[in-house]
């Protein structure tokens, strides 16, 4: 982990990760991420923030270490909760569980975030392997979804109710036995 990467731009104050810098966020801040990798899973936790890096995917990765989901929005958030800029890895939702099977690379429920230039690679859960929608209308834009794994259905991206506008995104070499290897809807 990048030490003291996270910067709360609003309130000028600094954070060794990401996911402390989110907890004491106030809505409508702005946390800019250094390049580096980041060995955490983090949850918006309803949160209304601007989380972006501040050099782009290439060098600037959220790893979650094997985690169930490496990024988290289940708690209604709207489309001011903005992830911009990560490479997302390293999610393995294969739990036993409910919800533990779910979205290795991103879990949301009923959200509405909006994700930008980020890409999700090596993720696998049983369902929806870089991306797990259900209900909410997530924005997802220029994303690339490549080499997630899901061990049913969606292994780029899953959608089971959810109304997601997805925009100038690439999907190449994710993989599911039944459906969606690419996205299922």
Same mark, same amino acid.
């Given at each position: 982990?990048?030490?003291? #990467?996270?910067?709360?731009?609003?309130?000028?104050?600094?954070?060794?990760?990401?996911?402390?810098?989110? !907890?004491?966020?106030?809505?409508?801040?702005?946390?800019?991420? +250094?390049?580096?990798?980041?060995?955490?899973?983090? !949850? $918006?936790?309803?949160?209304?923030?601007?989380?972006?890096?501040?050099?782009? %995917?290439? *060098?600037?990765?959220? !790893?979650?270490? /094997?985690?169930?989901?490496? &990024?988290?929005? &289940?708690?209604?958030? +709207?489309?001011?909760?903005?992830?911009?800029?990560?490479?997302?890895?390293?999610?393995?939702? *294969?739990?036993? *569980?409910? +919800?533990?099977?779910?979205?290795?690379?991103?879990?949301?429920?009923?959200?509405? %975030?909006? &994700?930008?230039?980020?890409? $999700?690679?090596?993720?696998?859960?049983?369902?929806?392997? /870089?991306?797990?929608?259900?209900?909410?209308?997530?924005?997802?834009?220029?994303?690339? $979804?490549?080499?997630?794994?899901?061990?049913?259905?969606? /292994?780029?991206?899953?959608?089971?109710?959810?109304? %997601?506008?997805?925009?100038?995104?690439?999907?190449?070499?994710?993989?599911? %036995? !039944? #459906?969606?290897?690419?996205?299922?809807?």
């Amino acid at each position: 982990m990048c030490i003291r #990467d996270s910067h709360n731009i609003t309130q000028d104050t600094w954070y060794e990760t990401i996911q402390n810098a989110i !907890d004491d966020a106030d809505t409508g801040d702005q946390i800019e991420v +250094g390049p580096g990798t980041y060995y955490e899973a983090i !949850d $918006f936790s309803g949160k209304a923030i601007k989380l972006y890096s501040s050099d782009g %995917p290439e *060098v600037t990765t959220i !790893d979650g270490a /094997g985690n169930y989901h490496v &990024v988290q929005c &289940v708690n209604s958030e +709207g489309s001011n909760t903005i992830l911009n800029g990560f490479t997302i890895t390293g999610g393995y939702a *294969v739990g036993s *569980v409910s +919800g533990d099977d779910y979205g290795g690379g991103m879990y949301n429920v009923g959200g509405n %975030p909006t &994700v930008i230039n980020c890409i $999700f690679t090596e993720n696998s859960a049983a369902i929806g392997g /870089g991306m797990f929608n259900y209900g909410g209308s997530p924005t997802v834009t220029d994303c690339i $979804f490549s080499g997630n794994l899901a061990l049913i259905s969606g /292994g780029g991206m899953i959608n089971y109710g959810a109304n %997601p506008t997805v925009a100038d995104c690439t999907f190449n070499n994710n993989t599911a %036995p !039944d #459906d969606g290897g690419g996205m299922y809807n």
